[in-house]
Structure formats: structure tokens, C-alpha cells
């Protein structure tokens, strides 16, 4: 016991920098900076916020976060899934298709990660994370076309696994990069007619936040024979934060607004929570629904 | 050529006549200058360094001259000379013309962009200051629109309109965003691969949002804010639509009314041009900038648009305005075929080849410096740690060879001959065998400090990153090891990995003899994503950006996007790639077992030049100041102008 003590003790000893010399820009940076001190083992937080709004009776989002660290001392493991979902409103069941989704997604992945994660013998999946991800998006696009037929849904989800993050989108939910920087970078491309109309010059982006039919999707989960998901990789952002939302938080609250409330909260709970807040204070025209995760290291 | 602009100080001291002014200026200037006695004769020398050598422009300050930069002496590299005299005897407008003149150096220095020019140096003697700049060796778009008989390509002006609505979009996105104000066609070089160039940094402006700005800019293809001192992004792309109208139709905007485009259809006095053309060039130019395009990357997606519509961007001739054969620097002859890479160090080019001799060759004009001689071909690349350089060959030895007097340091050897070639980190060189260990050697002494034996001969070359080392085998096996030497973790690919890894940032690409193009997860091994190619590959990838490069036995160089894993364009060769890509600014340099060495445009996959030997190309293009280095199966290096 007091070995272990004093071994700990040591440990830390040998971890303190004592150079007196002037600092150099990561050593001020890692001061000024949102993180604060090196985490061991690495770690994968997240946390979400949902509310129904206040202008609709039926919350047809659905979200869902798995966290997963392994540590030891073969490997450090993060391993996170999480996924928004906005059923479309105006059709029925739209709540049935977000919950089929993330459900579905989810357990097709899990499938596949499975032996690699939980098995003593640890088995890589054979299809790339790409490949896991599509799979997974066309088993929910045919369980919701079977128990939910003529329903959609909008779909973003994220593999975080490692450093890397896998995005699989469908619709109108967003995933951004929070930077530590302040700036919000939108990472998904809007599958809605107004993002078209705009992209093909035919709107101003003032013109684009009156359009009436703001809510029109060209492409959804659950709607059309073949889907093609938006599927690409990219490294988790150094410093920064991932956060998914469905249009109940983005169409609400500028995205400036949205990184101050992020950077002052103290905590990934507290910042939800108080995006979901400000989205209702601003109106609560539609459901919120949004996850932060942070990879401290 | 620089214009003055005057300071806020010269505002001042003569309120409200501002345009006025700055014309007065350049015009008292212009009268001052017209005797030629003030050029710079040829031969003389700048500055202890520049060797002038011609007059190619004339400007209201003064000229712009070719020069020779001397402390090359081995080789001619041109600099284009750009001089300002100044004449302004009000000691207030000498300081104004002064800061403008470093203004434009200090705008040019913080870009970098393959449609700007770079900047070597600026300085000031006497009452004349010089800015040293990339030399262009081609014509600016006047010339080009006056020389053309009848009308220039559609196809052709179009290509170029998607390259100045990239600049643009780079410089409006610059922090802070710059203005060019003077979009014109005598600001656009087009070199002689056909890439537009923008010169004349003079006026650019640094855009303050909501200041109103001097107006400076060229009638004619000014927009009406412009006149009214407002000098927004939306300035440059109606003059870039003014510039295409210019081009497509030869009516010179200056010679007519201002803001009277829309009383000169395109189509009515070009009838070859598209009407999709015309109808983006129109939006360019209304009066009114709510109806213009919001952004040049708008306007940009709206021209490739009209090139995907029409098809007309498959009519561009491949090569550009190139019209001459590309002619090697030098050539040096080896006694048996080239198969493997060079390396560079110090104006000093290293080359194997399969005669067993490691040369060594003077850069600038190939002369032979020493050859050292293994017992065995060689194939690899050869690395280069202080005074030594390393190579691996065929007789079984990894050679540490002094580089300047290309003896022998130390050999050491393995137990089958080496394909592999070393690199090198943490005083150690890595490099594999065809006795399927991977040995990590001490740079100084030559001795082993580790070698771990594989599933496979090893060809791949080790690549290092995130303190592991990654490397394949012939059996398919791809492994990360640390620097003590312990696996990190292991992936199998379907067949042979002879190709060599890269890492960048998050994640490591190789290719394999089962014809896939991989992406790993660098520290933990995942298959992030998979790409197929039509057949297996040995090539080492390249990235540039977003997009990876390979090539494979199907003949196709490939361009993949890094995140998604969709092909962005793919070039066919006449027979298998073998050689490796080298992306060097925006293109790609990919040899061919056809023999042939391809420069092809990194985003679009167009051919700008291509280099034919008399063997396949098997070896990866070196590339240093803008000249390539490649050996080719003919017993050839040469050097070629990028």
C-alpha cells in the first residue's frame, strides 16, 4: 500500500515541469487554453440536452450517446457513438422512424464492434469504419421502411474511435466542430431545399432564413429507394468540441451564440443544458435536441 | 506599374479631390519617365546579386526587367525585377509612394497561392525601390486577346475564369481579406502551361469592412461602387466578369461607355459562346452588387457548372499554350538501368542505379561529382543524415558513404538483398530486407541495435511518425512498431504490400498487390476507410490537401478524396504505373511504365506536360526549385523544368 503510495508520488514528481525558462507557446496555450491539465488515461466525455420546445406537444428527436474509455496497459481506447435524430413532422410516426434510427444505427455498430472491443481475443471488424457506418445507415433505412412505412427522419451520428471521427449524415441535422479558437465550423452539408436553393444562388442567405418551407428535406431516412449518407472521416478537433443538434438548436441560436454559451459553461452538462435553454428562451419553435463531446487528453 | 495611392495624411493635406490626385501623381510621373536613359542597362548588376538582363514591362513608375539572380552561380534562375522610381518631391508623397511600394511587398509576402506570384526580396537605392518576384515566363491577357486572330476558345476562357475566381476567392478569405481592385486583362499572366497568374499587387487593398475606400482601379472595368469609393470582394468579380467579357468578345471596355455591357450581348457579337457562359458573365455584371454573385467561390461553382452543362471543358487542348517539346536540363547516363529515386542535399543530386554505382551529380548541370560502387544493383532511395549518405543495395549492405568524398564509412549487412530504402530518425536508420527483418541501425557507429524478423520479405520503406514505425511485407502484413523495436499493432491486407506507407495527421495510406488503397488509424490500426483500384499497386501515395494520389497496374494515376474515399478524377497512362507520384505546389509528377514522366494539375487531373524516355519510369520524381529529377529504365537521369 504505501508503496504504491510512494510510487504514485513519484510518478507525479517526475511529471512536474520545473523549467523556469520562458514559456513557449503550447506550454501558454495549454495556460490560457479551455483544457486544463494533461489527462491520463485520455478521455472521451460527453453530454446532451433534449427538450420537446414550447410551441409542439410530441417530441419526435431522438438522440442517443454511448461513451466507452478503455484503459490499460496494452492500449488507450476511446470509443464513442452518438447520433441525433428528427423525425419529420407532417408525416406519421415521425418519432417512430428518429427512435428506429438511432436504435438500429446504433446496434449495427455495436454488432460490429463487438469482438473487437469486448472480446479477449480481439477481432478488427473486417469492413472499414466507413463500410460500418453505411451498412448500418441501409439497416435503418429498411427497418424504417418496414415498421414505419412513408415516415422519415433526419439522421447524424458520429463514431469517435481513437482520434478519428466518422460522420454518417442524412438531412437537416448538423454536426459541428466547436474550435478552441471560437469558431463554429459546420461539418455536415443540409439535405433541405433551402440549403439547395441557396447553394444554387437562387437565395441569399437572408433571403434563406425567411424561406417558408425551411423544413423541407430532399433526402431522409425512411424516404426514397436509395439513399446515399454523407460519410467521411476526420480527425477530432485538438482543444475543441464535437456537438451534434438537430435544427431545434441551430435554426434557433446563432452559431456565435452558440460557441459563448459552449466556452462559458464550466461543464459539457451545464453547456447543454443551457443551449437548450436559450433555444427555448428564443422561442422553442421546435424540438432541441444536443450532444458535446470532448476528447481530453 | 505601381500606382500611388495616397496616404491618409496626403488626404488631408489636399481634402476631396482624392481620385484627382492619384491621377496627377502617376501622370507628372509618367512624363518624368519617358526619357529610357533611367532603365537599367542589360548586364547590370543590382544590388551585388541581380544580373539584369531585359526590359519586359514598362509602367507609370518605372520598369519591370528580367534579371539573373547571381547567387546561383550554377544555375540560371530568372527573377522578374519590378523597380518604382520616385520622383515626388513633396517629402510627404515620397513617404505615401514609399509605404505603398512596401505595402505591396508586405501583401505579397503573406500570400501564398500557385496564381501569385512569389517574392524573393525588396529593398531601396537612391530614390528607386525594387521588388524581386517570381519571373513568369509567358504573356498577359491583353497581348493574348490583341494577337488572337478571331475569338479566343470558349473552353479556354473559361478554364481561366475558374482559376481567377480561385485566386479571388483565396484573397477575399485572407485574414484580412484583400482586395485586388484592378482585375484587368494586362494583370493576368498566362505562363506557358496555360495557369493564369495575377500581377500588380499595387493597389490591392486590405478590405476593412464597412470603410469606404480610395478608388483606384482600372475604368472600364470598375464596377459602379467602385466609383463611388467603395471597394468591396464584389469589386473584383465584376471586374473578372469585365476581364471574360473583354476576352470573349474583344471589345475593349475602355474604349466604351462605363457599366454599358449589357448594350454588348456576348452571344450577339460571339454567337460560339454558350449561352450558360453568358448568363454567369452577365451576373457578374450587374449594376447592382445584391445581384451579382455574393462570392467568387459562388461564382467559381457556377463556372465549373457551366463546364459540367456544356462538356466544352473536354475540348481543352491538354497541354495548354505549351507549344515547344520540353527539353531536359541535362541528362547524365548510368551503365545499366535507373529503378529506383533520387534525393537532394545541398546542390548535390544522389542516384542508384542497376550498374551498382551510388552517384553523385551536380544538380545544376549534371556533372558526375563521384560514383561509389556496391556489389549489387541498387533500387533504393538513398537518405541523407549530416555528412553521410545511406543506401541500401542489392548485394545485401545498407553503405554509409562520406558525402564529400564519397568513400566508404561503414556497411552493414543483412541476409538478403535490400529493396527497402533507410530512413532515418533518433540517430538510428530503419530499413527492411528480403530476409524479412526489419534492422534499426546506429547512424555513427553501423552497428545493429535492433532487427525484428516479419511474415515477409520487406520492399516497403518505413515510414516514421507518432514515434512508431510503419512498414508492409510481401506476405500482406503491415505492421507499427515503436522505437524499441515492439509491435504496435498489425493489419492484413488480401496480397503483398510492396509499396511504402504514409502518415498524415490521424492516419496512415499504403497501397497493396490486392488492389486496394488503404487508410489506417496510425495509432490503433483501424481501417478507417478502403479504396479499390482496378488493379494492384506498388506506388507510394502522395497528399495534397484533401486528395491522396496512387497509381496501379491498371495504368490509371488516381486522385481519391482523403475523407470520404470518393475519386476525385483518375488519369489514364499507356501501361501500368509503377512510378510514385510527387506533388509539388499544385501538381502531381507521376512516371509510367510507359516511359513516360506526366505533370498533371493535383485538383483536376489535366495533363500540363508530359516527358517521354526510352524506359519505363519506375522511380519517384525528386523535385527541388522547381526543377524535377528522374531516372528512368533508359539509364537515365534527367532534369526537367517544373
Known sequence: MLDAFRRLFQRRKTAVDVSTAPLTPDQLEAITGTIGPRTDPPQLIAACGQSVGKQRDLNEDSLLAITATLAGNTNFLPFGLYIVADGMGGHQFGEVASNAAIRTVAGSVLRKFHPYLFHLNSEVPDESLQEIMQIAVAEAQRIIQREAPGSGTTMTAALVLGQQVTIAHVGDSRAYLLHSDGRAEAITRDHSLVKRLEELGHLTPAEAEKYPHRNVLYRALGQGDILEPDIFTLPFPRNGFLMLCSDGLWGVIPEPEIVRIVQESATLQRACQALVSAANAAGGPDNISVILVQLLT | ?642
Request: hydrophobic share 40%; aromatic share 10%; charged share 20%.
Open chain 2, 1 to 642: 506599374m505601381v500606382n500611388p495611392q495616397p496616404t491618409h495624411s496626403s488626404h488631408q493635406s489636399q481634402p476631396g479631390e482624392t481620385p484627382l490626385d492619384t491621377r496627377r501623381i502617376t501622370q507628372s510621373l509618367d512624363e518624368g519617365n519617358s526619357s529610357s536613359r533611367r532603365q537599367l542597362p542589360s548586364g547590370f548588376i543590382l544590388a551585388k546579386r541581380y544580373e539584369i538582363q531585359e526590359v519586359i514591362g514598362v509602367g507609370g513608375m518605372g520598369s519591370v526587367y528580367r534579371a539573373r539572380d547571381l547567387h546561383f552561380p550554377n544555375i540560371v534562375k530568372l527573377v522578374a525585377v519590378k523597380e518604382m522610381v520616385n520622383l515626388a518631391t513633396d517629402p510627404e508623397m515620397r513617404k505615401a509612394i514609399i509605404q505603398n511600394f512596401e505595402r505591396e511587398a508586405n501583401i505579397l509576402a503573406t500570400l501564398n497561392h500557385p496564381s501569385i506570384p512569389r517574392i524573393y526580396d525588396y529593398f531601396s537605392q537612391d530614390d528607386r525601390s525594387y521588388l524581386v518576384l517570381e519571373f513568369i515566363s509567358g504573356k498577359d491577357l491583353e497581348a493574348i486577346i490583341n494577337e488572337t486572330k478571331g475569338f479566343l476558345p470558349e473552353e479556354q476562357v473559361l478554364a481561366w475564369a475558374i482559376q481567377l475566381c480561385d485566386v479571388l476567392d483565396y484573397l477575399h478569405n485572407h485574414n484580412p481579406p484583400i482586395i485586388f481592385r484592378d482585375m484587368k486583362p494586362s494583370n493576368v499572366m498566362l505562363n506557358f502551361n496555360g495557369d493564369v497568374i495575377l500581377i500588380d499587387f499595387g493597389i490591392a487593398k486590405i478590405f476593412q469592412s464597412g470603410v469606404k475606400g480610395t478608388m483606384i482601379g482600372t475604368e472600364g472595368y470598375a464596377p459602379p461602387e467602385q466609383y463611388r469609393g467603395e471597394a468591396t470582394p464584389l469589386a473584383d468579380i465584376y471586374a473578372l466578369g469585365a476581364t471574360l467579357h473583354h476576352a470573349l468578345t474583344k471589345r475593349d471596355p475602355r474604349l466604351e461607355p462605363p457599366f454599358s455591357f449589357a448594350e454588348r450581348p456576348i452571344r450577339k457579337i460571339n454567337p460560339a459562346v454558350s449561352a450558360e457562359f453568358e448568363a454567369v458573365i452577365n451576373k457578374t455584371l450587374e449594376y447592382k452588387m445584391e445581384d451579382r454573385f455574393r462570392s467568387a467561390a459562388e461564382m467559381k461553382e457556377a463556372l465549373i457548372n457551366v463546364g459540367r452543362k456544356t462538356g466544352i471543358l473536354n475540348r481543352l487542348p491538354t497541354a495548354g499554350l505549351q507549344s515547344t517539346t520540353i527539353k531536359p536540363i541535362w541528362t547524365f547516363t548510368c551503365e545499366d538501368e535507373i529503378r529506383g529515386s533520387s534525393t537532394i542535399f545541398q546542390g548535390i543530386l544522389f542516384i542508384g542505379s542497376y550498374d551498382n554505382n551510388l552517384y553523385a551529380l551536380n544538380a545544376a548541370d549534371g556533372k558526375l561529382i563521384w560514383k561509389y560502387p556496391t556489389d549489387g544493383g541498387i533500387v533504393t532511395r538513398p537518405a541523407i543524415y549530416q555528412d553521410s549518405v545511406y543506401i541500401g543495395s542489392g548485394d545485401a549492405r545498407l553503405h554509409a558513404v562520406s558525402i564529400r568524398s564519397g568513400k566508404v564509412l561503414w556497411t552493414y549487412y543483412t541476409k538478403g538483398p535490400i529493396h527497402s530504402s533507410p530512413r532515418i530518425a533518433e540517430g538510428h536508420v530503419f530499413f527492411g530486407s528480403d530476409d524479412h527483418c526489419l534492422y534499426a541501425v546506429n547512424l555513427n557507429t553501423g552497428r545493429l541495435t535492433w532487427n525484428i524478423q516479419t511474415s515477409g520479405v520487406i520492399r516497403s520503406t518505413p515510414f516514421i511518425a507518432h514515434e512508431r514505425i510503419y512498414v508492409g511485407n510481401e506476405s500482406g502484413d503491415f505492421y507499427a512498431f515503436d522505437f524499441r523495436g515492439e509491435i504496435k499493432w498489425r493489419f492484413t491486407a488480401k496480397r503483398g504490400i510492396t509499396g511504402s506507407p504514409i502518415v498524415v495527421d490521424q492516419t496512415v495510406y499504403f497501397c497493396s498487390l490486392d488492389g486496394t488503397l488503404y487508410a489506417l488509424d496510425a495509432l490503433h490500426g483501424w481501417l478507417v476507410w478502403r479504396f479499390r483500384l482496378g488493379k494492384s499497386s506498388v506506388v507510394t501515395p502522395a497528399v495534397s490537401e484533401n486528395i491522396i494520389i496512387t497509381g496501379a497496374a491498371d495504368g490509371f494515376i488516381y486522385a481519391v478524396d482523403i475523407q470520404n474515399a470518393r475519386e476525385v478524377w483518375r488519369f489514364r497512362t499507356e501501361h501500368q504505373v509503377s512510378g510514385s507520384p510527387t506533388i509539388y505546389r499544385d501538381a502531381v509528377y507521376c512516371g509510367s511504365a510507359d516511359g513516360v514522366l506526366y505533370c498533371l494539375e493535383c485538383r483536376t487531373g489535366r495533363l500540363r506536360w508530359k516527358f517521354a524516355t526510352q524506359g519505363p519510369i519506375t522511380g519517384t520524381p525528386m523535385i527541388y526549385d522547381d526543377i524535377v529529377y528522374i531516372g528512368s529504365s533508359d539509364r537515365n537521369v534527367y532534369a526537367l523544368f517544373a
